[in-house]
């Protein structure tokens, strides 16, 4: 039998370590939905970590919230069901992304649209170890995408 902790006088407080404000957002892109936990997105992305920074366990009860049902998803415009579930699938579970050119683009594109820069540098690396990888591609990729060339030097990716 447990006991009951809220006595008078007793101070409850949560543990810091194992006090989890997480919930679960229903997001629609194109015609699918997706139901996921919020904690890894915010974890894994600095676009998802600003959206959700003011979100709080008693505001997600409030009926209606974007995001808290089928009815009212969070609604990602301009953005492929396949890149998002590409995205969510690195999130959630990095081994389960089938690898190839076009994705890796797909990837690299919407990682650093929603700024995951785990995925943004798997993309790259995987798009560098490629045999028919092309330099000035590369180059493009890394100017079109804002990433470091140094860092594409150092992958050996191109020469500078």
Not at 120 to 149: G, V, W
Request: charged residues 25%; glycine residues 2%; proline residues 2%.
């Amino acid at each position: 039998m447990m006991s009951n902790l809220a006595t008078e006088g007793t101070v409850i407080e949560r543990d810091t370590e194992f006090w989890f404000e997480d919930s679960l957002k229903v997001f629609r892109v194109e015609q699918r939905l997706f139901r996921i936990t919020i904690r890894q997105l915010v974890n894994e992305s600095e676009y998802f970590k600003d959206l959700f920074q003011e979100a709080t366990p008693s505001r997600d009860c409030l009926k209606g919230e974007e995001g808290a049902s089928e009815e009212f998803p969070i609604i990602i415009q301009d953005e492929t069901a396949s890149a998002f579930g590409t995205l969510l699938r690195w999130i959630f579970n990095r081994p389960s992304i089938a690898w190839s050119k076009e994705t890796a683009l797909e990837a690299l594109r919407i990682s650093h649209k929603f700024r995951v820069h785990s995925l943004t540098q798997a993309s790259m690396r995987f798009l560098s170890t490629q045999k028919d990888k092309n330099p000035t591609e590369i180059l493009q990729l890394c100017h079109t995408y804002q990433l470091d060339l140094t860092w594409a030097a150092d992958t050996n990716s191109c020469t500078l």
